[in-house]
């Protein structure tokens, strides 16, 4: 543990996306409510995002404070100041030509990626840089600069071997996504030619983002405990699993917190009857209205089954597609799927649903509202993931005595207790977790979940109870990143490179 400072730790936390202004996925949850949460603690915080153009729509009081010119970029960039919420302030990055265009911040309308991600994020980074050594005109110099994925992982890079730097924290959100471009790509980004080296980006001929973050940082961390184990083998360390165990004793797994101002039963506006566990015969007035939305027959004793998500292979969503046919014919069972992403995926869910009408619902696109009312109306929500960094779904699900059903890995492991008989007794059971991401390990454990229904009512009950009781708020979360930041400036990592020769 650290000594308590008498005035706040200036950090700067540097994302793609940060909730309720852009989000994609899990990283927005984080990024916009770890920061309130570290502000929370007395820290000073700011928030760093790419200026998207829904972002300056939406951001509070905008007003730009600083322009600055980046070597490789042509035209000016704009940093416009604003708060997220009351503590937080925000600095939206305005880059001409890099991030004023609609729609999603990483791929195009046929979901490839922008072929100019590596500018992109390269011009983001290089920004972020600047800001992070006082060089950006904002009068302002952290001492922690907090990087967050592929697309802010050349930060740690930029800023190696410079006078006054601020600590680096990176934190892994998803190690299948890494930022890799090639040599030409390098040389146009002009970034500085001594990390291009086997030590720093080079990363198999070509050059990674996410190395940077990985090689660089004073400290790593990532969103589980389990997770952070999982990466240092070759099955999800995807090539940087070496780089990863040379580094280990700066890499430390920290779970996510949820932020129960967005995601509590008892206050949530996108749900149709608010309950909590003193109320819980209330949620079932939720799954009546959520069969009813989605045209599934209302009928109470039907099991509901929930899932959403981004449809990519890490979620396991065609596990689910191969078992579906089995579960249809089960009696009184009824599944409910919002996602979007994979077109094929897309395609064979629709045809799913178009085949089981009245047994299985199928709603394409992105959908916060909906998402709110599938967690309150549902019985129990299935994450059969192949790998899962942290998950906030199934704790979403806990809250809301929506029973989740999980593969055991990463902070799935992490945050659902099954259901074992032993288990039970204690009442520590939150869910079922099953042990490979296989169809038939997931068809026995739904199997399971299906006598489990059926029994009498308390059983299901004392589970979703247990489930509703635990706590994943960030109080405790926020406080492990703050002990780590001291530590990160308490021991600065030396840079792995010889020389960063601008
Ligand atoms: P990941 O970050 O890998 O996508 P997480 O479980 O950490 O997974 O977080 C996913 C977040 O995105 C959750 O808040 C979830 O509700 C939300 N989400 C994903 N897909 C959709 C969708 N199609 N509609 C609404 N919300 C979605
Ligand atoms: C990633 C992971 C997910 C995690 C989220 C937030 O996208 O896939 O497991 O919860 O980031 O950290």
Redesign the pocket.
């Known amino acids: 543990m650290s000594s308590q400072r008498p005035t706040p730790l200036k950090i700067l936390f540097a994302s793609s996306e940060a909730q309720p202004l852009i989000?994609t996925?899990?990283?927005a949850?984080v990024a916009g409510s770890l920061p309130p949460a570290l502000s929370h603690l007395g820290e000073e915080v700011r928030l760093v995002l790419p200026a998207y153009p829904t972002t300056l729509e939406q951001a509070r009081e905008l007003t730009p404070v600083s322009s600055l010119r980046i070597g490789a970029y042509p035209g000016e960039i704009t940093i416009h100041q604003g708060t997220l919420e009351e503590g937080v302030t925000l600095y939206l990055v305005e880059i001409p030509g890099m991030f004023d265009r609609p729609g999603n911040p990483y791929v195009d309308g046929q979901g490839n990626n922008w072929p100019d991600n590596a500018q992109r994020f390269a011009a983001f980074c290089r920004v972020v840089a600047n800001i992070a050594l006082g060089q950006a005109g904002l009068k302002w110099l952290p001492e922690i600069v907090h990087c967050n994925d592929w697309q802010t992982g050349l930060v740690p890079a930029l800023i190696t071997g410079e006078g006054n730097r601020p600590a680096s924290i990176f934190t892994i959100?998803?190690m299948a996504y890494q930022g890799v471009f090639d040599r030409i790509t390098f040389d146009q980004l002009q970034l500085p030619p001594a990390l291009w080296s086997m030590e720093g980006l080079e990363f198999h001929n070509n050059f990674s983002f996410l190395k940077g973050g990985l090689a660089f940082a004073d400290w790593i961390t990532t969103v589980s405990p389990t997770y952070a184990g999982e990466i240092l083998t070759p099955a999800f360390g995807y090539g940087l699993d070496g780089l990863l165990e040379y580094r280990k004793s700066r890499l430390t797994g920290v779970l996510n917190g949820i932020d129960y101002r967005v995601w509590d039963p008892a206050g949530d506006p996108a749900i149709a009857q608010p309950y909590d566990a003193q109320t819980l015969k209330l949620k079932a007035i939720n799954k009546q209205h959520l069969q009813q939305e989605l045209g599934l027959p209302r009928q109470p004793e039907a099991l509901l089954i929930g899932n959403?998500?981004?449809l990519v292979e890490?979620k396991g969503v065609d596990l689910i597609l191969d078992i579906l046919p089995g579960l249809m014919h089960k009696e009184n069972l009824q599944v409910a799927i919002?996602?979007?992403g994979d077109p094929e995926l897309e395609r064979r869910l629709t045809a799913m649903a178009d085949a089981h009408p009245g047994k299985i619902a199928v709603h394409i696109?992105?959908?916060?509202a909906?998402?709110h009312r599938i967690e309150a109306g549902c019985d129990c929500f299935l994450m059969p993931s192949r790998f899962e960094p942290?998950?906030?779904?199934q704790l979403?699900s806990l809250r809301y005595g929506t029973v989740p059903i999980v593969n055991r890995t990463g902070g799935l492991a992490d945050t659902v207790v099954d259901a074992t008989p032993r288990n039970l007794l204690e009442g520590t059971a939150t869910g079922f977790v099953f042990d490979r991401p296989q169809p038939p390990a997931l068809w026995d454990c739904l199997e399971r979940v299906i006598e489990f229904w059926n029994r009498p009512a308390m059983w299901w009950e004392k589970l979703v109870l247990a489930g509703m009781r635990q706590d994943f708020s960030w109080d405790s979360s926020a406080q492990h990143y703050r002990d780590i930041y001291h530590r990160a400036i308490d021991n600065p990592a030396p840079s792995p490179v010889a020389r960063k020769d601008d």
């Open positions: 989000k996925g899990g990283l949850d959100h998803n959403i998500g981004r890490q919002l996602g979007s696109g992105y959908d916060e909906l998402a942290c998950g906030l779904n979403y």
